[in-house]
């Protein structure tokens, strides 16, 4: 009799045992599927944003071709954006950024050929932005053509203004004594963010400056959404207190000709104005031709960011970047 509860014994212990491995094995599989599920629904979303944030793009280049007036306004339409715009399963938010109110660094050198208009701008911006007593306004300016040129040279002088700033530069033979050694660009720069590998151009600096600066526009400044630092360098004559006038008139109504600048000016600032708006190439005008825009959308947990470089006259993507 004992033998027979011992066997009896024995084999519930082994069902016990196989029932605890068989639920532990559905445990992990159930687990395991989840998970699985949980990563395709997350893939799935992901690729439904993305495509919803490409099909943003779409929709700011729709609302840029819709703006046919004289003038460029961040006070018009595009310049409102589109905020979690709902669209199927998920949400849409669109922003357009008009280049043409900033300064188009890759304009500053032509080859190998500095352009003096352009640098002029770009040397009185940065005193305009008051950066501190240690940054060097006019050495920074020729680091930047340095970078850009296509010669190895070191720029050795800024003329602007009427002074003659003897400067050092920075080409290949600096580049290279770093640590670690890398190349001068001698080229156009792709991203405001290259501006980290200029000589004196740190991290906090170029955070400071890039809100006014652009890698893709041209000489042209849009009046109607130039900063008071970009309106400053147009000319040597364009205080603060100038800039933020003209800033405070096209606050009331869009500038859709320099010639409404007329009464709020002084004849002499009013003059330069007006002969960078008459100049060809133009250097100063009411519209922009460049936009930056950028689609962020949300299905669910899935999330893309999509930015896009609009020509606005061509109705051209320049190019697409995904995030």
Known sequence: MNSRKQ???????????????????????????????????????????????????????????????????????????????????????????????????NDMVKGDNPQAVMIDR???????????????????????????????????????????????????????????????????????????????????LVEKIRPHLTAYGTQKININTASAEVLMSLDSQVERETAERIIEFRDQEPIKTIDQLEPILTTEIYSALKAQALTEPQQLGTTSETYRIESVAMINDGQRKVEGLVDKIGNRLLFIKVN
């Open 122 to 204: 770009f040397y009185r911006f940065l005193l305009a932005m008051d950066l501190g007593a240690d940054v060097d306004p006019a050495e920074l300016t020729a680091a930047l053509v340095d970078w850009l040129d296509e010669n190895d040279e070191p720029y050795a002088e800024i003329r602007t203004d009427g002074l003659n700033i003897p400067v050092a530069g920075a080409e290949e033979i600096y580049y290279r004594s770093q640590s670690p050694a890398y190349s001068c660009r001698n080229g156009a720069i792709e991203t405001l963010q290259e501006l980290t590998l200029i000589k004196g151009f740190t991290p906090e």
């Open 7 to 105: 066997e009896k014994g024995m084999a519930l212990l082994l069902v016990l045992v196989v029932v605890a491995l068989l639920t532990s094995l559905l445990t992990d599989l159930a687990f395991s599927t989840l998970v699985d599920l949980r990563l395709t629904e997350t893939f799935r979303d992901g690729t439904k944003a993305y495509y919803l944030a490409k099909g943003g793009i779409n929709a700011g280049r729709m609302i840029l071709q819709n703006d046919k007036n004289d003038f460029d306004s961040d006070k018009e339409i595009w310049g409102m954006g589109i905020v979690n715009f709902p669209v199927g399963d998920g949400f849409v938010s669109v922003q357009i950024e008009d280049q043409g109110g900033r300064l188009s660094l």
